[in-house]
């Protein structure tokens, strides 16, 4: 699996800048936060939108800083560390302030499927993390997709599992000028189809492979 896109980090940033309204509103449908484009554009630019509850706002606000983030902080390692920061930024006033950036402690329930994740630990969390990060011999594209995928079935968060993982993903991509993974509206259905046979198999390469295919933005130069 090639990377599609060969930028520098100045280019990606400037795709992802240019269209970040986009992903934001994306991500945040992809998690079941129902706002429109408008809506989505009005309350990044700081303004008012009617209709949508105070959680519907701050999430919208918080995607804005964690994008904010992955995009000007290039120095960031890829870590565990840096996974539980990113944590904080999407749930900030979202969820109990003792859950912020931290592994959940209850067990949690997948819609659409019966399967259960397994219980967190952190120190088999940061092994299994370590081992797809340092693999050879792979595309950083491919390495970007099997962690945001393993972050997305190892549910570690007690929320806003897939909004981190994409954020995280979407930081390899970006430092490493591979584009940028977004899920556009009309496949988000077949995403989650996907998603929930992966969640259930263990085997992440149809859903890899129709990311790859479908999933990554971009320009050729």
Known sequence: MENKYNLTREQAVFIAKRNIVDYIWK???????????????????????????????????????????ILEEPEIAYDFKSLCYIHKLVCDKLVLKQNLGQIRT?????????????????????????EILSQEGKSKTEIALEVMLFIMRRQMFIDGNKRVAMLFANKIMIDNGCGIISISQEN?????????????TGNNNDLKNWLYQTSIDGIEL
């Not at 329930?109 to 370590?130: A, D, R, V, Y």
Request: charged share 15%; aromatic share 14%.
């Open 27 to 69: 991500s945040a449908n992809l998690e079941g936060i129902g706002v429109t484009y408008p809506e989505t554009q009005s309350i990044y630019n700081g303004g008012i939108a009617n209709g949508l509850t105070v959680d519907q706002i701050i999430a919208i606000n918080n995607l804005k800083y964690a994008w904010q983030f």
């Open 106 to 130: 209850t067990p949690v329930n997948i819609g659409g499927t019966t399967w259960k994740p397994q219980f967190p630990i952190e120190s088999q969390i940061k092994e299994e993390l370590e």
């Open 188 to 200: 988000q259905t077949i995403f989650f189809e996907k998603l929930i046979k992966f969640y259930e």
